[in-house]
């Protein structure tokens, strides 16, 4: 599961700029022409040549990075299904109900995900 989600957000966060669609016209900046998200990156990868830095004072934080944290945060969520069960039984959801403090748990962080966001 580690694996998966360090492929998956590794390829979002670096390549997330090619293949991430931005559907509004007003957060691609300087690229109107190119449908994927802005680079989230202050500068490019030659350290000199300026990305979002230009609308970070304006702005505030990059919509890039912020959908790489929420894809991190969801894909956190739904391992908590899949470490709670042992025994390599198929149904992940059987007996989700059964613990309330999970259940408390679970709500708290969707809750806070939504929240932070």
Not at 6 to 24: H, N, Q
Not at 66 to 76: E, G, P, R
Request: proline content about 5%; charged content about 15%.
């Amino acid at each position: 599961m580690a694996l998966y989600m360090v492929s998956i957000m590794y390829s979002i966060c670096f390549a997330g700029e090619y293949f991430f669609p931005e559907p509004t016209l007003e957060y691609r900046y300087d690229r109107p022409d190119i449908p994927y998200v802005y680079p989230g990156r202050l500068f490019d990868w030659d350290g000199k040549t300026e990305l979002y830095v230009k609308w970070q004072s304006v702005h505030g934080s990059s919509r890039h990075l912020s959908n790489v944290f929420n894809i991190f945060v969801v894909m956190s969520i739904f391992n908590i299904f899949n470490a709670r069960v042992i025994n390599d039984r198929m149904n992940v959801f059987k007996g989700v109900f059964n613990n309330p403090v999970y259940c408390i748990i679970f709500v708290i962080i969707s809750i806070g995900q939504v929240i932070i966001v």
